[in-house]
């Protein structure tokens, strides 16, 4: 019994090569469509994230007695726990660095001096990834790649050009530095020379750092995030704390950080999450709409394929009611047609949303993307769900008169 | 006559016409809209970063500008500690900052760091220089959470927070504050190009979708089409009926699709940020050629359907 | 075995049918007769279930054809009626012999040995692996008949059976009804071809939707 309907579906399939050929392309690429926007859209908004990620965001600085005394030291050997499997968060860092401050001057004009990591490989559960000032995309460096002995020049310093010697000094020590770039930043910063950190220590005679600057990628805040920032996490009920902490908010990132980094105290930069957060918000709302329109056109095009070979086959369908097939029996048949065919389509969505959806993200965002399972149990269950909800669509057209398809 | 057959041709397939405009007009106006969407972004995004507050710190000042929030730093003893007081209209300071944070209601705003240093709760009561005050924690991100904000107006202007369309003029007086600048072009490129990727991807997918219905209408047009053909309608001739079809399909899908864009990006374009949508003047026309291009393709492929069908067959219905 | 009680269908403003009663024996061969668009084939279809009458009854050994719901109606096709079309409508790119089966697969549970055997009374059991769309006009009808007979039917409806055969094929097929009917089967034919009329036991004339003989 099944035998001969499977013998019909591969006979259907075999000699009118064609016709199926055509339904199983229109469907895969219709679901493709689908899945990639699928893919997309659930990306989107973290990949954009990325787009805004790349100032800092968040400033982790030593907590303080109420004599504003460090209660303990903070080292820049803590840096990298940011990106240990012990953070919670930590596949949002993007970005960190040391900072050491200290005032200092050059011929006689005040300077202020921040020792840092230029760009420096920390460590990570999946290998090392590059932390460090020259590291944050939404900064600008121009110049030759700093190393021993040189500094970077805020863009407002002004006080020498790249290639220039400098001698800078400071409480402790005199040294003389050459000119490697300037940073422009946007922000405070670009009144600082950058030194490395482990230079500006020795002429301090310092060990710690008095903050680390830190870019992550963060989530909009809803109504539990403002909750949480109002009243405090400890405010929340269990479920919620888990929500919340569960959550990439600016907020829950810096708690979490707290959690790891002892002693400190992780401060929002909340004018720049703001804005990120605003942003997101209205691209993902923006998104969904588009998404939406953008899967009503698939799911046409899903339609009117199987509608087309439905149609294609209405004498043969008729042939089957006239010699007493009920129905239910042709629609059966007909199912297990369309399906053989969209599993066809399944097996060619992978690949091509796969590549779609891949070239997409690498021309738009520049990256990869990193949704395999995602992209896999869409693609193969995309296409058969599409069909058969079209077919259920055109049950109409099954039951069109016969008289009028056997004339 | 050409015209005649066309306009009855259209009127009784408008059942299989429909879905076909329709298809064809909703992937347009998604172009449309994502166009039309990525344009007025960059609008939403200038409306947004409002939510950046105050982006000139002026340190040298000669004279408040028009819009700044004065502000003077003085010390003063907080529950036997030392901070810095700063005296300015909280609430302008406020206005102009709408990504601050402020935890409780008081008389003066405690910077998170002083407050957390000094161990002090949004709601306690705390002695001022002699007076007492109930205290509201300030969570700002920025310098002001080192300091306890006071309302009043300052004696000694020690600095002058901004917001300006114009950060430019003030460069050298103070610091100018623009590091979102970068990457609010680099998430405009990013939205903008991912919108028109997609409605190229969904443009491609609907025309299938035609084609389809297309290669379809062929199929029930064939008996139609061999009696023309029989009564001595050459292929041109019928390609003329078909293209006159199309076209007439094509005029009306651009119009269909240009409404669909006005009503969909402002749909978009309220939900997202209350604005109307701005439509470049490219939109309408791209709108019209993209219609007839589309038609065209599925119009050839209608005539490559029927090239493939033969006289006696299709008179015999087969 | 068939009664057609005052039996109307209407198209519209067209009237196929017009108040058409009839009456056919059990084993009797009754052919239809009448000019194009007289309504013949209208009627057969009506008493095949594919279609339901505007008014009046159709009984099929003692059940109502025209009160049965869509589904009981196909199982009345497939378990009471056999087929046979002018166009054959057989599918295509099926053989012969799946042509068969498809009928058998249908009605219960396809068996090829049984499809076989219907093929080899009209004659095609050689053609069996042959595609349907190779097939000649007569050898179709032939494979159609076959699969009209393979779930032992009692009635056979034929439209126009030989419509589109030469005179050797509608000789064949005349011959094959002739031993369907010797073995007690009830069969109607629609037909303009006064030859084939003739083979029955009675001529039923039909014009303009009505029956000129009873």
Known sequence: MLGFALRLVAKTALSQRYRFAALAGSIALASSLLVVLAVLYLNASSLLAVELSGVPNLVVEPKKTPAGVPVAELSADQVPALKAREHFWRNNIQNAAPVLLAEGNAGGRELRLAGTWFRREVPSENGSYPFGVLEFRGWSYTGEPPGEGMVVLGAAVGIAQPGDAVEIETANSTRTFRVAGVLETGSYWDSYVFLSLEELQQMLGRTDIDLVLVGALIKPRDELAVRAELYGPEALSPEEFEAWYCSPYASAIAYTIAEVVPNSSVRVLRRVTGVQEELLRASSAAFLVLFAVSALVAVFSILSAVRMYVSAKRRELGIQRAIGASEARVAVQLGMEVLAASLLAALLAYPVSGTVAEAISRSVFGVELSSGLELLVLSLAMPPAASLVALFFLRKELSRELVEVLR | MLRRLVATSLRHRARLYLPMVLAVALSLALAGTALTVGESFAYIVEEKMEMYGANVILTEVDEVPAGGVAVELRSAELEGSEVVVAVADVEALLAMNPAWLVRGTGDVLAGAEVAERLGIAPGDRVELAGDERVVAVLESGTEFDSYLVVNGTPGEVDMVLLRTEEPERYRGKGVVLEEMLRAKYAFLEGVESLLAQVSAVTLVTALLGALNLARMDAGTRRREFGILRAMGAGRRTLGWLVLSEYLALALLTGAVALVATLVMSSAVLQATAGTAPVMDAGIPLMLVLFSLLSFLVVGAAYLGELRRQEVAEELRGE | ?214
């Open chain 3, 1 to 214: 075995m068939i009664e057609l009680r005052e039996v109307v269908k209407r198209y519209g403003e067209v009237v196929a049918l017009d108040g058409v009663s009839l009456k056919v024996e059990a084993g009797e061969w009754v052919s239809i007769m009448g000019p194009s668009g007289s309504g013949k084939s209208t009627m057969l279809h009506l008493i095949a279930g594919l279609d339901t009458p505007t008014s009046g009854s159709i009984l099929v050994a003692g059940e109502e054809v025209s009160a049965m719901s869509a589904e009981a109606r196909a199982e009345f096709r497939r378990c009471r009626v056999g087929m046979v079309f002018q166009q054959f409508h057989l599918i295509p790119y099926l053989t012969a012999l799946e042509n068969v089966m498809l009928a058998q697969y249908i009605h219960s549970i396809p068996d090829e040995d049984e499809a076989l055997l219907a093929l080899e009374r009209v004659g095609m059991a050689h053609r069996a692996r042959a595609e349907a769309a190779k097939l000649s006009g007569g050898e179709q009808q032939r494979v159609a008949i076959a699969r009209a007979l393979v779930n032992d039917p009692g009635i056979i409806l034929a439209d126009e059976p030989t419509g589109n055969l030469d005179a050797g094929n509608e000789a064949v097929v005349l011959e094959l009804f002739r031993e369907l009917a010797e073995e007690g089967r009830t069969l109607l034919v629609v037909t303009h071809n006064a030859e084939v009329a003739g083979a029955g036991d009675r001529v039923v004339r039909i014009h303009h939707g009505r029956i000129e003989n009873g």
